[in-house]
């Protein structure tokens, strides 16, 4: 078994999160490609998980900071002006925070999500099943009905008063793929609010995209992109990032030892084995 120093590994993650600065994105057309070249990406930094964001290939491995004139928060511009324009798959997904997804990676995702039909009918099995809440099928619905909808009349259409509840229920669509942000409008009282649509019907190829591939296929190919994107780590933070069942997990990692597509290190100082591609380290 390979041994590994971490001064390896934080060179590593140096190149392929572009914090080194030489390797800084500077235009919001550098940053689909990093989007494309990582598969996905957090868009802020996302604590408690080793993933490449938009802000730190841009500001360098920093904290986010509250002022809004900071040079860094060009990010939000390029995000906003991107949405909807069928270069990357923005919204809440890895932990529930927002995440920006190739579009090349995103069938994999829609893969394990609980979308096996037809979008216009399955969420009601899931409601019927007690695993959707009330207000994010009204939200879903309203969305289905009346077409893209900015927040402020979203709520209104879906008759969703508690702004808690809509909060929760917009997280729980995005999750599971159902509905994404497609623009901002000015409507609201700061005068920025995000414009949603279905999914399916934003990206009415997805569903096709997705259909042909199996959730052991999806979860390969989502670990493998983890692993080119940060080289090496325990396998407590594929676990953390992905937040599958253990025994899927498991199953998967059996799979790509058995066939040698990764392979496990010795990094020193640390206990635990960790998980890499073979040779991407040296």
């Known amino acids: 078994m390979a041994m590994i120093y971490p001064s390896l590994i934080t060179s590593f993650r140096a190149q392929t999160f572009r914090t080194a600065p030489g390797l800084r994105l500077s235009s919001a057309e550098e940053a689909v490609a990093f989007v494309n070249e ?7 930094p996302i604590t408690g998980i080793v993933i490449p964001s938009i802000w730190k290939a841009v500001a360098g491995d920093r904290p986010v900071p509250d002022e809004h004139d900071d040079p860094g928060h060009i990010t939000w511009d390029w995000k906003d002006r991107l949405l909807g324009k069928g270069v990357w798959y923005y919204g809440r997904c890895i932990r529930k925070r927002n995440t920006m997804i190739s579009l090349s990676l995103l069938p994999y995702f829609y893969a394990l999500s609980p979308n096996y039909g037809d979008p216009e009918q399955d969420y009601l099995i ?5 695993l959707m809440a009330s207000e994010a099928k009204q939200v879903y619905e309203a969305l289905l009905r009346e077409g893209p909808l900015d927040t402020i009349n979203l709520r209104k259409a879906a008759r969703v008063t508690n702004e808690s509840h809509f909060t929760k229920a917009m997280e729980a669509l995005q999750v599971a793929f159902r509905v994404m942000p497609v623009g901002v409008s000015d409507n609201g009282a700061w005068h920025y609010s995000f414009i949603y649509d279905c999914t399916h019907r934003h990206l009415p ?8 591939i199996s959730e052991h296929e999806a979860r390969r190919r989502l670990v493998l992109s983890y692993l080119q994107s940060v080289g090496a780590v325990p396998e407590s933070e594929i676990e953390r990032v992905f937040r599958w069942n253990k025994p899927d997990i498991q199953l998967t990692l ?4 058995r066939n040698e597509t990764i392979t496990k290190i010795q990094v020193v100082d640390q206990i635990s ?8 380290l040296s």
């Open 38 to 44: 990582r598969g996905f990406v957090a868009f802020w």
């Open 126 to 130: 899931e409601y019927e099943q007690g």
């Open 205 to 212: 190829n997805l569903v096709a995209q997705a259909r042909d």
């Open 254 to 257: 059996k799979s790509l030892l």
């Open 273 to 280: 084995e960790w998980l890499a591609l073979p040779g991407i």
